[in-house]
């Protein structure tokens, strides 16, 4: 028998072939039948239109059955029960309904209070600042260092300094020294502990590495004050007994030493210079109570020139050596320096390691020196040596510089110099991943010439001369992600290069100076980042972790008036914003040349990291 199908305004003809080919089984089409016809009401469709009069939907119509009667021919119609079976569904998904409503304002509350009650990081991209901290009345030396104190996240300011206060007599006053901290973010004062004396030097560090104590500053006075606070609160932990020092002074900033007396925290070591005799006393002192290792070890030192280190060199094999002299660079072994403080014959294990190389140098006469250089040294400082775990040596004298290998130590290269008096700069600025050097030298009445030496090789890689009358000047770097470096350093203000002269004269008086700063990848090119009238007198870069940005913090004396002591200003500038903001200036024509925009997308995408060569 053959049923025929009616069209139907929903369903369209009906077409045996298609009919036989679709996946859609009988079911789905009655189904599908009855949940678009069920919506009939009053004889007209859910769209509007008036079913056709032969169609099974009229025939529904007249009839007004129940909407569970609505059937299509051949098949049952829907049981009784379908209503009670609908009104579960509709509890059901009306339940459902409530449990994700509800859980989307218990998130979004979760959401809000995580929002509120959990502090963000602070945003350090913009924070620059200027803290007017007080007078400085003497002391022509300028401690300044960086610690973040707070946990904030950001490093923080400690700088030291003396001021005049009024007697009570007329017309008398009295100098103090002060220890301060101030708030990287603002500027603020974090806490202010008085000193017994003026501080040469400040020195915060963890004296047990990979543990969660608080951080320690170290403080060293210019007489015999040696003094370790809580960098937190600023309170002191402990104060080394003068006594202990004899008749002699503190002549260098401490000095961090292994952990010597196996109590887990580091160990100390200070060296105190005679008043009467050139002798060199060196004093070791617990890192946890700073009472002293033993008794002071002293050694007669002949030498004129500066007074150099002490610093400590590990060598590659672990062997611990301490470098000092006067004017020329001596080393001692920290094992002879640990059995004669303890008046015995045994050290601890770690300080039974000897370098070969460097023990061939021991002097004759005095076993326990070994010479390292004596040639007018004016300066020393660690360099660390490319794919190695140890470092080299880079001697300042009067007739140069010089690279010393830290493996036997023999010259690597010897560059002549004339008028270097200050500690070059290291960083990256050529391609080689070797360390490069930053100089000043003096070059004429109110001119200095800004250089660059080539790690490797002790060539000069670039060199300008700049109008700079401030003595002394402070030059730093920072490390970008690239593993290059950008220079920082002071001159005055320069106006464009003249056609016939590479070199920029002084636009402004020598009262006003500027922060320039020197990229590798644009060496005819200087940022002018910001000025002063005053003096430099220290200067810090520091990297704020969390947003790749470095900061620069400087320690500026204002100019003296009379009878007023000289201004102490602590300023801190963001490079990246600086980077931004700073002024183009071109010190020569070059080709082609490099546009403010091009220079501009160079510099946003600038990132900086802690430097890889802190030793």
């Not at 990229?519 to 005053?534: C, E, K, M, Y």
Request: proline share 7%; hydrophobic share 40%; with cysteine.
């Amino acid at each position: 028998m053959m049923s025929t199908w009616k069209k139907s305004p929903d369903l369209g003809e009906y077409d045996p072939l298609t009919q036989a080919d679709s996946d859609e089984s009988e079911d789905d089409l009655v189904l599908n039948l009855q949940q678009k016809n069920g919506g009939v009401k009053n004889g007209k469709s859910p769209l509007g239109e008036a079913p056709e009069p032969d169609s099974d939907a009229e025939v529904a119509g007249a009839a007004k059955p129940h909407l569970s009667e609505v059937t299509t021919e051949g098949y049952p119609s829907e049981p009784l029960g379908g209503l009670e079976q609908k009104a579960t569904s509709s509890l059901v998904s009306y339940i459902r309904t409530s449990v994700f409503l509800l859980t989307l304002v218990i998130s979004m509350i979760l959401v809000l209070l995580c929002a509120f009650l959990i502090p963000c990081p602070p945003r350090d991209l913009h924070s620059t600042w200027s803290r007017h901290v007080g007078s400085q009345a003497g002391g022509d030396l300028s401690p300044l260092e960086l610690a973040d104190v707070n946990g904030d996240g950001l490093r923080d300011v400690l700088l030291s300094f003396v001021t005049s206060r009024n007697g009570s007599a007329a017309g008398s006053s009295r100098s103090t020294a002060n220890l301060m901290c101030l708030s990287g973010m603002n500027g603020s004062t974090l806490w202010s502990s008085p000193l017994p004396e003026e501080a040469q030097d400040i020195t915060c560090l963890d004296l047990m590495p990979g543990s969660v104590a608080e951080i320690i500053c170290l403080v060293t006075g210019t007489r015999k004050m040696l003094s370790a606070f809580n960098a937190t609160s600023g309170k002191a932990i402990w104060t080394l007994n003068p006594n202990y020092l004899s008749n002699g002074t503190l002549a260098a900033p401490v000095v961090l030493l292994p952990d010597l007396d196996e109590d887990h925290v580091r160990d100390l070591v200070v060296l105190a210079i005679g008043e009467t005799q050139p002798d060199l006393c060196f004093l070791l002192v617990s890192g946890r109570t700073g009472s002293p290792i033993g008794r002071p070890v002293k050694y007669n030192i002949v030498g004129v020139g500066n007074l150099i280190g002490p610093q400590v060199y590990i060598t590659a094999n672990g062997a611990v050596y301490i470098l000092f002299g006067f004017g020329n660079i001596q080393a001692v072994a920290l094992r002879d320096i640990f059995v004669q403080a303890q008046n015995r014959d045994s050290s601890p294990p770690s300080l039974q390691i000897e370098e070969p190389e460097w023990e061939k140098r021991r002097s004759i006469n005095l076993s326990e020196l070994i010479d390292v250089y004596s040639d007018g040294v004016e300066l020393l400082q660690m360099v660390k040596a490319p794919d190695s775990n140890c470092s080299n040596l880079l001697v300042t004298t009067r007739q140069g510089l010089v690279l010393l290998r830290g493996q036997n130590l023999t010259p690597y290269w010897t560059l002549s110099l004339q008028g270097l008096r200050s500690q070059p700069t290291p960083g990256y600025f050529t391609d080689d991943q070797t360390l490069d050097f930053l100089l000043q030298i003096q070059d004429g009445l109110g001119m200095k010439k800004m250089m660059v030496i080539d790690g490797d090789s002790g060539s000069i890689a670039w060199s300008y001369s700049a109008p700079c009358h401030m003595k002394d000047a402070p030059t730093t770097s920072a490390v970008t992600s690239d593993q290059k470096s950008v220079f920082l350093f002071w001159a005055e203000g320069l106006s464009p290069a003249s056609p016939n002269s590479d070199a920029l004269m002084g636009a402004e008086p020598p009262s006003l100076h500027h922060l320039y700063l020197l990229h590798p990848a644009f060496p005819s090119i200087f940022l002018d980042l910001t000025n002063t009238s005053g003096t430099v007198t220290a200067s810090e870069v520091g990297i704020n972790d969390l947003w790749k940005d470095a900061f620069y913090v400087t320690r500026t004396t204002g100019p003296i008036s009379e009878g007023h002591p000289a201004p102490l200003v602590v300023s801190k500038l963001s490079l990246r914003w600086a980077l931004m903001e700073g002024q183009m200036v071109q010190l020569k024509e070059t080709t082609p040349k490099i546009g403010r925009g091009e220079l501009r997308r160079f510099l946003s995408r600038i990132k900086f990291v802690d430097s890889p060569y802190q030793i």
